[in-house]
C-alpha cells in the first residue's frame, strides 16, 4: 500500500479509531442489553437489536480504519528511519 497520509494524520486516525471501537462496542452491547439510559435514542419502534447490530458494523469499519492508520503509521516510520539512514551516510 502507498503513503496516503503523514505521520501526524495517521497517528490522529490511529487514536480515534481505537476510541471509536471502544465506544461503539460498548454502545453496541449496551443497546443488546436494552439499557434505560438509551430509551430515548432508539425509534419509537424500539428496535434495540437492529441498532445494536449497528454499533457492531460501526465498529467493524472502524477496525478497518484503524488497520489502514496502523499500516500508515508503519510506512511513515519507516520512510523516516531510511531517510535517516540516508543523511547520516552522506
Known sequence: M?????PKLSNCCFVLSIWGI???VFLGI???????????DVKGTGDYKKTSRNC???????????AIAGH??????RMAASSKL?????
Open 2 to 6: 502507498a503513503l496516503i497520509c503523514g
Open 30 to 40: 449496551f443497546f443488546q442489553v436494552k439499557s434505560v439510559a438509551l430509551r430515548e
Open 56 to 66: 457492531f458494523i460501526a465498529a467493524g469499519l472502524y477496525v478497518i480504519t484503524l
Open 86 to 90: 540516508l543523511i547520516d551516510s552522506h
Open 72 to 77: 500508515q503509521k508503519w510506512t511513515n516510520q
Open 22 to 24: 471502544i465506544m461503539l
